[in-house]
């Protein structure tokens, strides 16, 4: 149903499993063992827990960096998730991925650089579509590494799976949310919404739980329709 990989003028999407990544360097990002990783929030998906790729953490305060290290707290401040404390931690995210791909609940992806981008090949960060058969509708999420902030990969992720979304499993709508308080994630996705024909549907008051608290999100859609006015399909 899903396409293993995915490639885009910059990127390699490649399904996210025990086959593709290596569980060391899996949980050497998402623990920041070595002190080397911050995450970018871009997008909040269906609030799926155990390998979810959505948003998290009302109000939580930043947290200082510490010498020779990114912060994997700052990196999960709008995840449903924080650092792994465990490598098991890091083996359920994977398999609930592949839980949710073989069961036709969502397509998670490992994202990589392509030839000729800095770090070709590097694991940069998950992307993913979750699916609402029922309502016909496809979410999105996405994290990134610190290192390859500001280079756009968040609208070009997007616009693949959208494509996958309308083109391959004929949804109806795909949806996005963040955290009220996630600016970074406001402007990459008012960005790439826009760009495909959709709008911010509005303010969703004490919507979404981040751990003990429950949050306010902002929400967007792109319809089939819009899509592919804006796309010329």
């Known amino acids: 149903m899903f396409p293993e990989r995915i490639e885009t003028d910059r990127l390699i999407l490649e399904r996210l499993c025990h086959e593709n990544i290596d569980l060391q360097e899996f949980y050497r990002v998402c623990s920041d063992t070595d002190g080397s ?14 390998g979810s790729t959505a ?31 465990t490598i098991n931690e890091s083996k359920e995210f994977i398999d609930g991925a592949e839980k949710r791909w073989k069961e036709a609940e969502g397509a998670d992806y ?43 990969y968040s609208g070009e992720r997007a616009a693949a799976l959208m494509e ?27 960005k790439y919404v826009e760009a495909h024909g959709g709008q911010c549907e509005g303010y969703l008051r004490n919507w979404a739980p981040y751990g003990d608290e429950v949050a306010d999100e902002y929400r967007y859609t792109v319809t089939q329709a819009e899509y592919r006015d804006a796309t010329g399909d």
């Open 37 to 50: 990783e911050e995450r970018r929030s871009a997008d909040h998906s269906s609030g799926q827990r155990g």
């Open 164 to 190: 996958l979304a309308f083109e391959r499993l004929d949804l109806e709508v795909v949806a996005v949310t963040h955290h009220a308080d996630n600016e970074k994630s406001k402007r990459a996705i008012e």
């Open 110 to 152: 490992a994202i990589r650089p392509a030839e000729d981008e800095g770090g070709a090949g590097a694991f940069a960060g998950v992307g993913s579509l979750h699916l609402d058969w029922d309502r016909q509708t496809g979410s999105l999420g996405m994290w990134l590494r610190k290192r390859f902030w500001g280079r756009g």
């Open 55 to 85: 948003s998290k953490e009302t109000a939580k305060p930043s947290p200082s960096p510490r010498e020779n290290s990114e912060g994997m707290d700052e990196v999960t401040r709008y995840m449903p998730w924080d650092p792994h404390a």
